[in-house]
Each structure stands twice: as C-alpha cells, then as structure tokens.
C-alpha cells in the first residue's frame, strides 16, 4: 500500500508546504505550520458552459433586506436590526462564555414565526434539550439536528423549507470529500464555503458559532472571517456575570457596535443601562477617577477611569493599563510632562477602566490624564463631571465625534459639567449641562477642579 503523502498548512492562511519550516512564506506568520495528509484533486465546480451577461451597476434592482428580529433588543443591535436573509455570521467567544446559549433563546422566538433548525455538532440531542428545560424556553417549534457530517447537513438544509439555521460548532464540521480530521484548515475552510454558499443561494439566514484559540481569536484559516458577512465576539471575564458581544464586520449594520448581557440562572439577559455596569459608586468624591464617555458603534457609553499614581520602589517605573492601549499610556506621560509641566518619570503609574471594558479610541486620552494628575495631587475631580478628548503630541485637545451625543448621554445620566475640545463646542448648547472647551491639556488641568 502506498504510503499517504503529508503536507504542511498554515493555520493563519492556509497556505501549503512540501516540507516544515519556521516561518509560513505565504502569510510570513511564525510557527503556524501543522502537518496533515494531501487532499486528493476533487471537481467541485461544473465547467462554464456561457457567459453571463454583464450588467451596469446603475441597473442592478436594490431591494431592502428582509430582516428577522430575534427578540433580543441588544443582540439585534450588534447585527445592525436583526439577522438578514441569507446573511451568515459567524459568533465567536470562550469555551462555556454562554453562546450557545445565547443563539439557543434567540431560536425560541424565531421559532414563533419563522422555521429554524439547531444543528449540534459538540452535544448530543439529550444535552441540548436538557440546557433548554433549564432556561424554561418555549422550543416546540425549533427543529434539532445532532450530526457533524457535512453531506447529510446539507440534505437536511436542502430538505426542509428554513428561514433560519445555527450550526455549532463549525470546527466539528467535516467533510467526507476530505481526508483531514474535523477542525483542521483544510476542513474549516471547506465546509464553510459549501455552508455559505448554500446559505446565499437558498436564502437561508445562518449562524455559524466558531472557536477561539488561547490568544481570542477565531480558530481556523483567517479566509473564514472573510466568507462570512458578519463577525461577533463574545467577550467577558468568567468570574463576572456580565457579557458583551462585539460586531468586528458587518456587510448589514455598523461595525464596533456592543450589546450587554448578564448572565442568569435563566440564561442571558440584556442590561438596558450598561452606562451603570461602567461607573464605580462611590461614598464620596475619589482622587484618580474620571468619568468619560466614549462611542461604542452608535452607542455613547458612560466609562469610569481610575488612575493610581505612587513613588516608584526601582529605577524603572511601572506603566501598567487595564482596557487601555499600553503604548499609548507612555506616550500620555510624555505629552503630561512637555505641555503641562507634570512630570511622572519617578512614578509608578496604574490605568484602569472599570467593568472590564476595552477602550481602543483615542478619545478616552484627556480622561486619562485627568485621572492621574487626580491621584498623584490626591484631589478628586469636580463633582458629576465628564471628560472627553484625543491628545496629540504637541499637547492639543484634538476633537471626537458625535460629540453632542456624548454630551446628551452624560446628561442624560445627571451629569452637570463636562471638559470637551474646543473643536467640538456648538452653538446650540445640550441642556442641563455645562461645557468647558479647552484647546490645550494645561487649560484641562485647570478646568478639572471646582
């Protein structure tokens, strides 16, 4: 019997060598190569027999897409209003962060007025049933499959007239056409196209639940993010009851958008002020903390900042952030010490942002300023005051967006006065509260107390 030939694949790109080596010369990633068996040549597509007519794009018929609400306020806002007609995403997250559950109490309302179907890959038909009895969810009219072979899937979906499908999960999907175990890049990336593609033309609204390596990105080839039209993560730290799921794409919505769940007893609930979840309730006013608001899709967020500035026990000084960009927390102390005349250089110095939410834009930088020249002076900021502005290296106050609808979020929540760039300060001033403009970080420092 001839020896099966083995080859090596990347699992970043999915590229393929004859022979092991560090670096993929594909995707130049290191150490991502993985050994498996050579896949024979199989004809997946019938040769083209015309030539499709080439249409103007000013005469191609734009019909609104039909979406379906999954009774989820908060999940239906990451997908930009609910799942599209023959749209597939792809919900990313931790082992037992609560994703199937979560698709599970969507399927119970979809079940009301559409024809869904829950394909298991990972548990039996008993366990699922089991997680629904727990929930105490309605599911008479959802349709199970347990199966992972991917032929008999697509007989099934094929089969029986869907308006929605969840496959979970698509790593534990394979194909027979294929001789490499379920999971791998070869598998992954075959059976996700041949589910998308039978999404697209069928019409059918599908989710695909994908597993995340120990660095918290999808696992599989990086094509499978691109196949998909929507990428959710499900994010949240496993001592916290709270959960928050993130749309990275979206053909259908914007992107960077977040919904807010607590996890239950009866499953994932939505948190209707996740502003709350964010802010620290204090006795009284507290030295290292400000208040700021940043802009999460096209939700103003209300996020509490606390600082803590202490001597430095060695010549090296600590910068530590938490929910902050590190590189960017040096850079601050820089432009504190050049423009404001604070230096920090024998500092240790602690950023964190409350609740575990991760800040990436770069208006949250003159609320961390703010914070640690609070703690290292010990003289809290002035009562319900919100701060919001980008910092830039010569020491200016640069401008956000939608700085009204921060402003109208801070006031809605009682906030009172507000520090914003003079770039953003409009005519038409936002009731009951009082915006201080400054256009340099010194006019903040000044502006900052009472």
């Not at 309302?109 to 008993?126: D, F, K, N, P, R």
């Not at 208006?363 to 809290?380: E, F, T, W």
């Not at 005051?385 to 010569?394: N, P, R, S, T």
């Amino acid at each position: 019997m001839a020896k099966q030939k083995s080859i090596y694949v990347c699992t970043e790109c999915g590229g393929q060598m004859l022979k092991w080596q560090g670096q993929c010369t594909h995707c130049q990633s290191w150490n991502t190569l993985v050994e498996t068996v050579a896949e024979k040549q199989v004809t997946r597509f019938s040769p083209i027999s015309k030539i499709d007519r080439v249409e103007n794009l000013s005469d191609v018929e734009v019909q609104d897409e039909s979406r379906y609400s999954t009774g989820i306020s908060e999940l239906d806002r990451v997908l930009g209003g609910g799942l599209v007609r023959g749209g597939v995403v792809l919900l990313g997250g931790d082992p037992g962060i609560g994703k199937s559950t979560l698709l599970l109490q969507a399927l119970a309302h979809l079940s009301t007025e559409h024809q869904v179907l829950y394909i298991s890959g990972e548990e039996s038909a008993q366990q699922v049933a089991l997680r629904a009895r727990r929930l105490a969810l309605n599911v008479q009219a959802v349709s199970l499959f347990a199966e992972i072979q991917l032929e008999r899937i697509q007989t099934v979906l094929s089969g029986n007239k869907l308006d929605i499908a969840v496959v979970d999960s698509i790593q534990t999907i394979y194909s027979e056409t294929l001789q490499s175990a379920p999971g791998s890049v070869a598998q992954v990336r075959e059976c996700a196209a041949q589910l998308t593609r039978m999404a697209k033309a069928s019409g059918i609204a599908l989710i695909l639940i994908g597993h995340v390596t120990k660095e918290g990105a999808l696992a599989g080839p990086r094509v499978l993010e691109h196949m998909v039209d929507t990428v959710l993560y499900f994010e949240g730290d496993m001592h916290s009851s709270f959960r928050l799921v993130r749309a990275f794409k979206n053909r259908f919505g914007a992107v960077n958008e977040l919904g807010v769940f607590a996890m239950s007893e009866k499953g994932l609930r939505e948190v209707r002020n996740p502003s709350a979840l964010f802010l620290s309730h204090h006795d009284g006013q507290v030295a290292g903390s400000c208040i700021m608001v940043t802009q999460e899709g096209t939700r103003p967020l209300l996020v509490e900042i606390q600082a803590l500035v202490d001597d430095a026990r060695s010549s090296h000084p600590k910068r530590l952030s938490v929910g902050l960009e590190q590189n960017r927390l040096a850079m601050l102390l820089a432009v504190l010490h050049r423009h404001a005349g604070i230096p920090c250089f024998d500092q240790d110095v602690f950023v964190n942002a409350v609740g575990g939410v991760k800040i990436t834009e770069p208006g949250a930088d003159l609320a961390v300023l703010l914070a640690i020249v609070s703690s290292l002076k010990n003289k809290p900021l002035a009562k319900r005051m919100v701060v919001i502005g980008e910092i830039g290296l010569a020491g200016e106050v640069r401008p956000v967006q939608r700085g009204q609808e921060r402003l109208k979020e801070a006031a809605k929540l009682g906030f009172t006065r507000a520090i914003i760039p003079l770039a953003n300060k409009t005519k038409q001033p936002v009731s009951g509260i009082e915006v201080l403009a400054v256009a340099r970080i010194g006019e903040a420092v000044a502006q900052m107390y009472e």
